[in-house]
């Protein structure tokens, strides 16, 4: 397809100020990037770590608060704007051939994967052994 | 001849107990060493003055010559060689014959010793005869290594006057001419310088290596001094300064006590048990007894106990020894005890002794080295392990700290419960290492080994290829890890550190570990491919901790089983406590549900967000209420047209909140599904059972028909839009051809009116959309005709 829009590329209909454009799309290529970013860094986090978390394990412990603290602050608001960018187009995508939005929809769904499935997890069983008194 | 009677003197008695404990080490007298190349040769001179007659008149001598000999007969098992000759002096010298002494000439030699000592009829005692045939018994055949001189007399040197010779006795010593009354004192007073100046008999005796070993029945002090000279002298106390000073002197003033004080002194190459308790003539002598003494009693072989009763001889109570022997002689109340313990506890206990003498003979224990480090290599550190051996097995526990181990070749630990530990800081650049140490058991007691170490030797055992993987698990284990062997030559692989520990995180307390290779702590692996052996770990109590337990391994092949290579296992460990798992489930699953509903809200909200109502009054949205009239043509489609245009005067600004606005009958509605991937969407009605729309106009824009509302986007409230709203009724009514009047709403950006009038702009609007929704309903009403008829 062409002639379709991505955020900021405007349309036939209603054709936005040039600089309104460039903004939007800037916005929603930095939204992507921090997606793709997170989930990198939120694997990372993750990367050689123990699936069990114990008293000692400073750094573990750090490390996936560290992940959850990215999900929420960054990837979700990321996901805010990118979500907000692509829908204020509307219609269908024309998109560089990377697919952007691919890779922002990727990025999120890595990160939260990973915020949920692993680091959440292991701090809920942690709080669960430390509640239940097994410490 | 003077004789010595002190027989009532009791002070004597307890002086001359001491005096036999000096007599005894593990060497022979004049500081000889025996071993089992030793010969020895004894001359065994006693007495024959016809004093005997009355200081020793139950022949007590020959009682205590017998215990001599007995003790060298016991003495020649140990050494290559004892010569004994039993000679006897009076007058003059009585020469005997060298014979060699062991248990089959005993006999013949007691022989000797009652034919020699029962002689008493001697009028004269004269020291240099008796010296100068034992000189020439020493000197008349080849020197042994211990040459001893047992020199029994009751008295001192005396040429009685009243028993010499009509025409004088004849002394070599005096060439003055015979000795008479009247010279004998002279030729007397001559006898200490012969024997004790230099080169005399004593000098000459000393210089062919012979100690003496004096015996005196009486009372010594009450001697004249030259022969006191001579005999304490000869007896080894350097104060009378006569001869070299290596022998012993001993004296005892009681005939009866002779054979037990003769039978003390002659116990050779033994060592004495000093301060034998007696109590209420009770004696108990145990292994304690023994281990008092200079060496460890488990390096005794023989304990010899001298005793001597009052009127009878002691009574030994048959002891749980299989190995002794008792000899009594009943007129001096005397016996001799030999027994051979066994390294084990033992006791002896004898009644009615009046004093005691024991000796313990011991065999010096033998070390025997290995090496505690299994491959030695050239550079690098060895540890050697050296054990002792006794003669009843190997020696262990604190009797270890009384043997002195020594080597040049590395340094000597403090000896454990079983031996000591050598270690060699370097080991050298050569094939082998020779390691030999000495290990003494006291004085003259020591022996040697030596022990030859390959170097830098390769063997083929089996081996763990790769260190066990990281392991986590919870409560107490096992926690199975699987090893990859190589087993080369086949062989055992041994875990010789099976426990380590991990320090819990909570608390700082230590956590037993406790490892198995399949389920033990070897395992046997035959030669051919890489085999699977499973290591496992149990804890001895559950709790938080991580860290690397070390496991060291010995590995064994089966073709050098004497030779074996160590490694090391480093397992990184992870535990933590068993948990409840219906409780921590639960938790678990509250915490996601809660971590997964906080990510939900926060992406509800980003989609409601997105889904807001735009600003109107922002992007100056206004909106206009114009009326329709709808109609048929004569060919059946819809036609639209304006009837009440709007005016300037009538664009309002739409009522509008984040999630709904209203224009007129316009309304649009945000909807967020909650479903958060679903984007969110706004329903668009116009206040009518159908609603017709146009967006637009461009690509974007589109014509929709829909009943009651349509889906839409909340952008859509920035317009352009016109919409109108068909009750079903008039629905109805316009299928009957009858024109309907509908109400519509135009919702523009009035800035695109910039330049014209705005209800004229907006006109142009409406006439556009209405025909473009003209159509689209006549396109629908066709589609269902085509449908309902069945034609598509």
Same mark, same amino acid.
Request: with cysteine.
């Given at each position: 397809?062409?002639?379709?829009?991505?955020?900021?590329?405007?349309?036939?209909a209603?054709?936005?100020?040039r600089?309104?454009?460039?903004?939007?799309?800037?916005w929603?290529?930095?939204?992507?990037?921090?997606?793709?970013?997170?989930?990198l860094?939120?694997?990372?986090?993750?990367?050689?770590?123990?699936w069990?978390?114990?008293?000692?394990?400073?750094?573990?412990?750090?490390?996936s608060?560290?992940?959850?603290?990215?999900?929420?602050?960054?990837?979700?608001?990321?996901?805010?704007?990118?979500?907000?960018?692509r829908?204020?187009?509307?219609?269908?995508?024309?998109?560089?051939?990377?697919?952007?939005?691919?890779?922002?929809?990727?990025?999120?769904?890595?990160?939260?994967?990973?915020?949920?499935?692993?680091?959440?997890?292991?701090?809920?069983?942690?709080?669960?052994?430390?509640?239940?008194?097994?410490? | 001849?003077?004789?010595?009677?002190?027989?009532?003197?009791?002070?004597?008695?307890?002086?001359?107990?001491?005096?036999?404990?000096l007599a005894?080490?593990?060497?022979?007298?004049?500081?000889c060493?025996?071993?089992?190349?030793t010969?020895?040769?004894?001359?065994l001179?006693?007495?024959?003055?016809?004093?005997?007659?009355?200081?020793?008149?139950d022949?007590?001598?020959?009682?205590?010559?017998?215990?001599?000999?007995?003790?060298y007969?016991?003495?020649?098992?140990?050494?290559?060689?004892v010569?004994?000759?039993?000679?006897?002096?009076?007058?003059?010298?009585?020469?005997?014959?060298?014979?060699?002494?062991?248990?089959?000439?005993?006999?013949?030699?007691?022989?000797?010793?009652?034919?020699?000592?029962?002689?008493?009829?001697?009028p004269?005692?004269?020291?240099v005869?008796?010296?100068?045939?034992a000189?020439?018994?020493?000197?008349?055949?080849?020197?042994a290594?211990?040459?001893?001189?047992?020199?029994?007399?009751d008295?001192?040197?005396?040429l009685?006057?009243?028993?010499?010779?009509?025409?004088?006795?004849?002394?070599?010593?005096?060439p003055?001419?015979?000795?008479?009354?009247e010279?004998?004192?002279?030729?007397?007073?001559?006898?200490?310088?012969?024997?004790?100046?230099?080169?005399?008999?004593?000098?000459?005796?000393?210089?062919?290596?012979?100690?003496?070993?004096?015996?005196?029945l009486?009372?010594e002090?009450?001697?004249?001094e030259?022969?006191?000279?001579?005999?304490?002298?000869?007896?080894?106390?350097?104060?009378?300064?006569c001869?070299?000073?290596?022998?012993?002197?001993?004296?005892?003033?009681?005939?009866?006590?002779?054979?037990?004080?003769?039978?003390?002194?002659?116990?050779?190459?033994?060592?004495?048990?000093?301060?034998?308790?007696?109590?209420?003539?009770?004696?108990?002598?145990?292994?304690?007894?023994v281990?008092?003494?200079?060496?460890?009693?488990?390096?005794?072989?023989?304990?010899?106990?001298i005793?001597?009763?009052?009127?009878?001889?002691?009574?030994?109570?048959?002891?749980a020894?299989?190995?002794?022997?008792?000899?009594?002689?009943?007129?001096?109340?005397t016996?001799?005890?030999?027994a051979?313990?066994v390294?084990e506890?033992?006791?002896l206990?004898?009644?009615?002794?009046?004093?005691?003498?024991?000796?313990?003979?011991a065999?010096?224990?033998?070390?025997?080295?290995?090496?505690?480090?299994?491959?030695?290599?050239?550079?690098?550190?060895?540890?050697?392990?050296?054990?002792?051996?006794?003669?009843?097995?190997?020696?262990?526990g604190?009797a270890?700290?009384?043997?002195?181990l020594?080597?040049?070749?590395?340094?000597?630990?403090t000896?454990?419960?079983?031996? !000591?530990?050598?270690?060699?800081?370097?080991?050298p650049?050569?094939p082998?290492?020779?390691?030999t140490v000495?290990?003494?058991?006291g004085?003259?007691?020591?022996?040697?080994a030596?022990?030859?170490?390959?170097?830098?030797?390769?063997?083929?055992?089996?081996?763990?290829?790769?260190?066990?993987?990281?392991?986590?698990?919870?409560?107490?284990?096992?926690?199975?890890?699987?090893?990859?062997?190589?087993?080369?030559?086949?062989?055992?692989?041994?875990?010789?550190?099976?426990s380590?520990?991990?320090?819990?995180?909570?608390?700082?307390?230590?956590?037993?570990?406790?490892a198995?290779?399949?389920?033990s702590?070897?395992v046997?692996?035959?030669?051919?491919?890489?085999?699977?052996?499973?290591?496992?770990?149990?804890?001895?109590?559950?709790?938080?901790?991580?860290?690397?337990?070390?496991?060291e391994?010995?590995?064994?092949p089966?073709?050098?089983?004497?030779?074996s290579?160590?490694?090391?296992?480093?397992v990184?460990?992870?535990?933590?406590?068993?948990?409840?798992?219906?409780?921590?489930?639960?938790?678990?699953?509250?915490?996601?549900?809660?971590?997964?509903?906080?990510?939900?809200?926060i992406?509800?909200?980003?989609?409601?967000?997105?889904?807001?109502?735009?600003?109107?009054?922002?992007?100056r949205?206004?909106?206009?209420?114009?009326?329709?009239?709808?109609?048929r043509?004569e060919?059946?489609?819809?036609r639209?047209?304006?009837?009440?245009?709007?005016?300037?005067s009538?664009?309002?600004?739409?009522?509008?909140?984040?999630?709904?606005?209203?224009?007129?009958?316009?309304?649009?509605?945000?909807?967020?599904?909650p479903?958060?991937?679903?984007?969110?969407?706004?329903?668009?009605?116009?206040?009518?059972?159908v609603?017709?729309?146009?967006?637009?106009?461009g690509?974007?824009?589109?014509?929709?028909?829909?009943?009651? !509302?349509?889906?839409?986007?909340?952008?859509?409230?920035?317009?352009?839009?016109?919409?109108?709203?068909?009750?079903?009724?008039?629905?109805?009514?316009?299928?009957?051809?009858?024109?309907?009047?509908?109400p519509?709403?135009l919702l523009?950006?009035?800035?695109?009116?910039?330049?014209?009038?705005?209800s004229?702009?907006?006109?142009?609007?409406?006439d556009?959309?209405?025909?473009?929704?003209?159509?689209?309903?006549?396109?629908?009403?066709?589609?269902?005709?085509?449908?309902?008829?069945g034609e598509?």
């Open positions: 397809m062409t002639n379709v829009p991505i955020p900021g590329g405007g349309t036939q209603r054709t936005a100020p600089g309104h454009a460039s903004a939007s799309r800037r929603f290529y930095a939204a992507v990037a921090v997606l793709a970013g997170s989930a860094a939120i694997a990372l986090l993750a990367w050689g770590e123990p069990n978390l114990s008293p000692g394990m400073a750094t573990s412990f750090m490390k608060i560290v992940a959850l603290v990215i999900t929420f602050v960054l990837v979700l608001p990321a996901f805010a704007v990118f979500r907000y960018e829908q204020s187009v509307g219609g269908r995508w024309h998109e560089p051939p990377w697919r952007p939005s691919l890779i922002g929809w990727l990025g999120l769904l890595v990160s939260l994967g990973l915020a949920v499935g692993w680091h959440g997890l292991r701090l809920a069983i942690y709080v669960a052994r430390v509640w239940t008194g097994e410490l | 001849m003077r004789r010595l009677l002190s027989l009532l003197v009791p002070s004597l008695i307890a002086v001359s107990i001491p005096l036999v404990a005894q080490t593990e060497e022979l007298p004049g500081d060493a025996i071993d089992e190349g010969t020895v040769r004894v001359l001179l006693i007495d024959q003055s016809g004093s005997l007659a009355r200081t020793d008149p022949d007590q001598r020959i009682t205590g010559a017998r215990a001599v000999v007995r003790s007969a016991s003495l020649a098992e140990r050494v290559e060689q010569e004994i000759q039993v000679a006897g002096f009076g007058e003059g010298f009585v020469t005997g014959e060298w014979v060699g002494l062991d248990q089959d000439t005993l006999g013949a030699v007691l022989e000797q010793v009652e034919s020699v000592g029962s002689v008493n009829d001697q004269h005692t004269d020291y005869y008796a010296l100068d045939g000189s020439e018994a020493f000197a008349g055949s080849s020197p290594d211990c040459q001893i001189l047992f020199w029994f007399t008295g001192e040197h005396d009685d006057t009243d028993l010499l010779p009509a025409g004088g006795l004849e002394r070599f010593y005096y003055e001419g015979p000795v008479t009354p010279n004998a004192d002279e030729a007397e007073a001559l006898m200490p310088g012969l024997v004790c100046e230099q080169g005399g008999y004593a000098d000459l005796l000393g210089g062919a290596g012979v100690s003496a070993q004096i015996m005196v009486g009372d002090s009450g001697m004249d030259a022969s006191r000279r001579v005999l304490r002298g000869m007896g080894g106390d350097p104060a009378f300064d001869g070299p000073g290596n022998g012993s002197f001993q004296s005892v003033d009681d005939a009866a006590r002779l054979p037990f004080i003769m039978a003390c002194a002659s116990q050779v190459g033994s060592y004495e048990l000093a301060d034998l308790p007696v109590e209420d003539g009770r004696l108990v002598v145990t292994e304690q007894t281990d008092a003494g200079p060496l460890p009693y488990q390096l005794a072989t023989e304990l010899r106990l005793t001597r009763g009052e009127g009878a001889a002691p009574e030994l109570i048959p002891p020894l299989a190995d002794f022997t008792e000899t009594t002689d009943a007129s001096s109340g016996s001799a005890v030999v051979r313990p390294g506890p033992f006791t206990e004898m009644t009615g002794v009046a004093e005691v003498c024991g000796f313990v003979t065999v010096a224990a033998t070390p025997v080295v290995s090496s505690s480090t299994p491959s030695l290599y050239q550079g690098e550190a060895g540890e050697f392990r050296v054990v002792a051996d006794g003669p009843h097995g190997r020696i262990e604190t270890l700290g009384r043997l002195q020594g080597t040049d070749a590395g340094q000597v630990g000896p454990d419960e079983q031996g !000591w530990t050598i270690g060699v800081p370097a080991l650049s050569e082998e290492l020779e390691l000495d290990l003494s058991s004085r003259g007691l020591s022996a040697s030596t022990a030859a170490f390959a170097l830098n030797e390769q063997i083929n055992a089996p081996a763990i290829i790769t260190q066990p993987p990281p392991m986590s698990g919870e409560g107490l284990g096992p926690f199975l890890i699987d090893l990859q062997v190589d087993p080369r030559d086949g062989g055992e692989i041994c875990l010789t550190t099976d380590g520990s991990l320090t819990a995180s909570d608390d700082g307390s230590t956590i037993n570990v406790t198995g290779l399949d389920g702590d070897c046997q692996v035959e030669a051919g491919g890489i085999r699977t052996v499973t290591l496992g770990l149990t804890l001895d109590r559950s709790g938080f901790a991580q860290g690397v337990v070390n496991l391994t010995r590995s064994t089966s073709t050098r089983p004497d030779r290579e160590v490694g090391n296992l480093a990184d460990l992870e535990v933590t406590p068993p948990a409840n798992p219906a409780l921590v489930a639960v938790i678990v699953t509250g915490l996601m549900l809660l971590m997964l509903a906080s990510l939900w809200g992406v509800y909200g980003v989609n409601r967000l997105i889904g807001r109502i735009p600003d109107p009054r922002r992007n949205v206004r909106y206009a209420n114009f009326v329709a009239e709808i109609s043509t060919y059946g489609e819809v639209l047209g304006m009837v009440e245009m709007p005016v300037d009538e664009f309002r600004i739409p009522q509008r909140t984040p999630s709904r606005l209203e224009a007129g009958r316009l309304s649009i509605a945000r909807k967020v599904s479903l958060p991937w679903a984007a969110p969407w706004a329903e668009i009605g116009a206040g009518a059972d609603v017709a729309a146009h967006q637009g106009p690509i974007p824009g589109r014509t929709v028909v829909s009943e009651r !509302w349509y889906r839409g986007r909340a952008r859509d409230a920035l317009g352009p839009l016109v919409a109108i709203g068909v009750a079903s009724s008039q629905v109805d009514r316009l299928a009957e051809g009858t024109a309907q009047k509908v519509g709403v523009f950006d009035i800035r695109e009116a910039r330049g014209s009038d705005a004229r702009f907006a006109a142009g609007m409406i556009e959309s209405l025909d473009l929704i003209a159509a689209e309903i006549s396109t629908r009403q066709i589609v269902e005709e085509m449908e309902r008829t598509v």
